[in-house]
């Protein structure tokens, strides 16, 4: 756990403890000066903040400042009640801001709790209400529109899923706020009772325990009363008005002391300010200047230390940026060496050095070996070998895969944490908190958790995965991803070199008498795009020496050889159940289909008409949402006549969506139809 998680969680315990515990005069003048701080860059923070994303942490401070303030309410009562003082910030306010008077000191304290509640805090609380109303309304418009922009190619599947995400987290944060403006109401009415409390309990006591006349315990417990109420309220509409300023901000990412760190010391320059007021409290008012300048010296200091970083580490990354361009200037590498591109390459950032570093620990290289492995016998590929480089203009824990140059996928990881991923909704804990994040594999949510709480989380179902496995599984998806680019016809030599060795008069008879060497290779990145391995390579040669005859159209052989794969195929989505459900196509549609296939120099394609091809994809998006909604597969199951064209059709916009034909179906495995996609 790093020094600034536990400060925060140590810092959250004592506030609850300083309930119970009675708290010198002396810190607790300290903590009032640091209560009114606080509410004064929080202030500033929100009206200087440009999009509320940088400071998402806002309803969890909100709760924790609320608690902070009624914390120092009941100690402040406790000491008026019980010895009588408040403490010199107290009396400052109930003598100084009432002028020593107490009718109006009270009339200042009602002032406030009714600007506070009434104004600020009861508009704040429905600005939240209404925003949190018709975002939840608007969330399956934004998603139509999302996917529309999708499917029109406008955006990439990443941006997609960023844009997916912002709209819910977006719609988290407008309940969070809808429920977090209650606390700033409740904290109005908590200020009000606690002064009838002091106020009616002192006379008691000053009176009855004391042996105080009526006026001297009027006088003496009015005054503490009038300042422990202004001292508060104050903070408190403060707190209110940043509510206000920030009700329509969205949530983010991090964890509480990550977001504080991050986010509420996002402007050094602030904390000058807020050390000029605490300062000028302490200079011009009764306010002890002990703690009100040594308040005020510790947040100029740490704003000068915040932006004397702040500039080492841009001027440290324009030198490593001047230092990366000369080294590529200097480098003695050759031209030709530098036209070569890889076919697969990992670059990662400083920080996940030692992930490929064996002196410290790191298991990459051995992994890479595994999953090149992994990938032979699943798919039945050679994956050429993985190039594995640091990238210093990469963030320290981000990580880069490219396939032939192009980045294909990104990732960023923690090495001293874990990731942790929920079993399902309705099973998650909630008291398994973290970083939150997504995995890079599959795009789950997920949560970077510490070792303290790896144990608690697999105990609640979560699974639980080191940084190690997250790359080595990230890296495997993506491979079987882009298997289909990786095949060329060099790699496809060596598969077919290979099987000649044990079936010499198969390759001989096919290979390049009947077919060449580019044609097999074609029919083997058909497969391996629809996600078919090739590993049984015989019987896929088999199939184009007995089907060659009657075509050399490399999509109808890839028909033929799926035909003969059917019971690899279906028991690679049936995963050895007795049952598949599927979504079939209407006759209606197969028969659209068919009458819209043209022909052109690069065969047949399908040329269906802009109104039928959106119905078709407004009723194939139905049945898909009802299968996800019951968490099923969707798969797709036509006649085999028309599953290529269908696959052309589908490519683009649902590329990993399986389509089956009849054909390819084990006749042991029962069928079920969940729904029907018509015109």
Not at 353 to 379: F, K, N, S, W, Y
Not at 540 to 558: G, S, Y
Not at 618 to 637: A, D, H, T, Y
Request: include cysteine; aromatic fraction near 6%.
């Amino acid at each position: 756990m790093r020094i600034q998680d536990l400060v925060v969680l140590i810092g959250i315990i004592l506030i609850v403890l300083m309930m119970v515990i009675p708290i010198p005069l002396p810190l607790l003048d300290l903590l009032l000066i640091i209560n009114i701080s606080v509410a004064i860059l929080i202030l500033l923070v929100a009206m200087n903040t440009e999009d509320a994303l940088n400071f998402s942490i806002f309803p969890t401070l909100l709760l924790i400042t609320t608690l902070f303030r009624l914390t120092l309410n009941i100690s402040t009562t406790r000491n008026i009640l019980t010895t009588g003082e408040g403490g010199s910030v107290v009396e400052a306010f109930g003598s100084f801001v009432a002028g020593g008077n107490i009718v109006v000191g009270f009339v200042i304290f009602l002032i406030l709790v009714i600007v506070q509640f009434i104004v600020i805090t009861k508009g704040s609380e429905r600005v939240a209400e209404v925003a949190a109303r018709f975002t939840l309304d608007a969330m399956p418009g934004k998603q139509m529109a999302i996917d529309a922009d999708l499917n029109a190619g406008i955006i990439s599947e990443q941006e997609a899923k960023d844009r997916r995400e912002k709209v819910s987290r977006e719609a988290d944060f407008y309940g969070a706020m809808d429920g977090g403006s209650k606390f700033v109401k409740g904290d109005a009415i908590a200020g009000i009772i606690i002064v009838l409390i002091n106020l009616i309990g002192g006379l008691i006591i000053g009176m009855v325990m004391m042996d105080m006349p009526f006026t001297e315990a009027m006088s003496t417990f009015a005054i503490l009363t009038i300042g422990d109420g202004l001292v508060s309220s104050i903070p408190a509409l403060l707190i209110s008005t940043a509510t206000g300023v920030i009700v329509t901000r969205a949530v983010s990412e991090g964890n509480l002391a990550f977001d504080m760190q991050s986010q509420l010391f996002r402007y050094p320059k602030l904390l000058y300010i807020v050390a000029g007021a605490i300062a000028g409290l302490g200079l011009f008012t009764p306010i002890h200047l002990l703690p009100s300048l040594g308040v005020a010296g510790a947040l100029a200091f740490a704003g000068f230390q915040m932006q004397r970083n702040l500039k080492k580490i841009e001027l440290e990354e324009s030198r490593q940026e001047e230092e990366q361009e000369i080294e590529e200037v200097r480098s003695p590498e050759s031209v030709v060496g530098l036209l070569q591109i890889d076919p697969i390459e990992f670059e990662f950032g400083y920080g996940l050095i030692p992930l490929a570093d064996t002196q410290q620990g790191g298991d990459l290289l051995d992994r890479v070996i595994m999953i090149r492995r992994q990938c032979a016998i699943e798919m039945g590929i050679i994956v050429p070998v993985i190039r594995i480089r640091d990238n210093v203009q990469l963030k320290p824990n981000q990580y880069v895969i490219k396939i032939k140059g192009d980045e294909v996928s990104r990732g960023e990881l923690l090495l001293n944490n874990y990731l942790a991923m929920s079993p399902g909704i309705e099973e998650a804990d909630d008291s398994i908190t973290g970083i939150e994040t997504v995995e890079p594999a599959f795009g789950l949510p997920a949560l970077w958790i510490d070792e303290a709480m790896k144990d608690q989380a697999e105990f609640a179902g979560y699974t639980v995965v080191d940084p190690p496995s997250v790359v080595a599984t990230h890296l495997t998806e993506i491979i079987k991803r882009f298997a289909h680019e990786l095949l060329g016809r060099q790699e496809t030599k060596s598969l077919i070199d290979n099987i000649k060795e044990t079936h010499p008069a198969l390759v001989e008879e096919l290979i390049p008498s009947l077919l060449t060497l580019g044609e097999v290779q074609k029919v083997l990145v058909n497969l391996l795009r629809e996600k078919v391995s090739i590993k049984n390579l015989v019987q896929i040669l088999e199939a184009l020496a007995d089907n060659v005859m009657f075509t050399k159209d490399t999509d109808v052989l890839t028909e033929y050889v799926r035909q003969r794969l059917a019971r690899q195929i279906t028991l690679q989505y049936s995963n050895g159940e007795e049952q598949l459900k599927v979504i079939t196509l209407g006759p209606k549609l197969e028969r659209k289909i068919a009458e819209s296939l043209q022909q052109s120099d690069q065969g047949m394609y399908v040329a269906l008409d802009p109104s039928s091809n959106q119905m078709f994809m407004q009723s194939l998006n139905e049945q898909i949402e009802k299968m996800v909604q019951f968490g099923q597969q969707p798969i797709i199951l036509s006649s085999p006549a028309v599953r290529m064209y269908v696959r052309q059709i589908l490519e683009r916009t649902m590329a990993d969506l399986p389509i089956l034909s009849y054909n390819e179906l084990d006749p042991n495995v029962e069928i079920q139809s969940v729904g029907v996609v018509n015109l």
